[in-house]
């Protein structure tokens, strides 16, 4: 069984195929299903067959809103290609066990949210680590860094602001960026980021409406007025 990993060096280019895949992922939730065309049931009745192309196809329809969900918990786009990978390992292993009736969505988000995480926990003490030894040599932290490419075309103003965008969400707490990351750019409902993150419905609804002022409060120090969202 073999999964490919995402591209290397996303920048810019992930705002283009996340939204692409994103409205893809927002319409195959309206057909209840993860892979348009085949039901969630099927798809990993499939997939615990050691069906690789049923994997293939739930990778496609997931890989990026995976990642860019990934990237959101641990800021950075390589460890983000890692835990996408290591999602959908754990999905081809553990499709035996998965429960009937169950959509396959959450279930796929819930994965990738423990073991973003798992390698943001592990990312930190590592850093740590390295600072306690004196050999952290001004890296900056969690992987957040400016795009060095000047885009000489007129996206540029909102590519700028795209990145300021990001990185005022990277000083987020991480409970407050995994939801807004889920509600905004996946267009997840309540119940289903209730489903993905563990959490009550209420809580959810909290953590949406404190993240986006704590967002806009960021944005604002920057001097940039409203934020993309809802209360």
């Known amino acids: 069984m073999a999964v490919r990993r995402s591209p290397k060096g996303r920048n810019r280019n992930d705002s283009a195929a996340g939204a692409s895949s994103s409205s893809d992922a927002a319409q195959s939730r309206r057909e209840d299903s993860a892979v348009p065309g085949v039901g969630d049931g099927e798809l990993v009745l499939r997939i615990a067959a050691r069906d690789e192309e049923a994997l293939r196809l739930l990778v496609e329809a997931m890989r990026v809103p995976i990642f860019t969900f990934a990237r959101q918990i641990v800021l950075d786009d390589h460890l983000a290609e890692e835990v996408t990978q290591d999602t ?8 035996p066990g998965f429960e009937v009736g169950r959509r396959v969505v959450p279930w796929v988000f819930a994965i990738a949210r423990n073991l973003a995480r798992t390698a943001a926990r592990s990312a930190a ?13 001004d890296t900056e932290v ?3 860094h400016a795009d060095p490419c000047a885009d000489p075309h007129a996206e540029v103003e909102r590519a700028l602001l795209d990145g300021q965008v990001r990185r005022a ?11 807004l990351e889920l509600r905004l750019h996946l267009n997840m409902t309540y119940e289903e980021i209730a489903e993905v993150c563990g ?6 609804k909290s953590r949406i409406h404190k993240g986006l002022r704590n967002l806009r409060a960021r944005l604002r120090e920057q001097g940039i007025r409203g934020a993309e969202g809802e209360e």
């Open 88 to 95: 959908f390992l754990v999905v081809w292993e553990n499709a």
């Open 125 to 137: 003490r590592r850093s740590k680590r390295l600072a306690a030894a004196g050999r952290w040599a």
């Open 142 to 144: 969690g992987g957040v």
């Open 169 to 179: 969400m990277a000083t987020l707490a991480p409970c407050y960026r995994e939801v």
């Open 199 to 204: 959490i009550p419905m209420g809580t959810v």
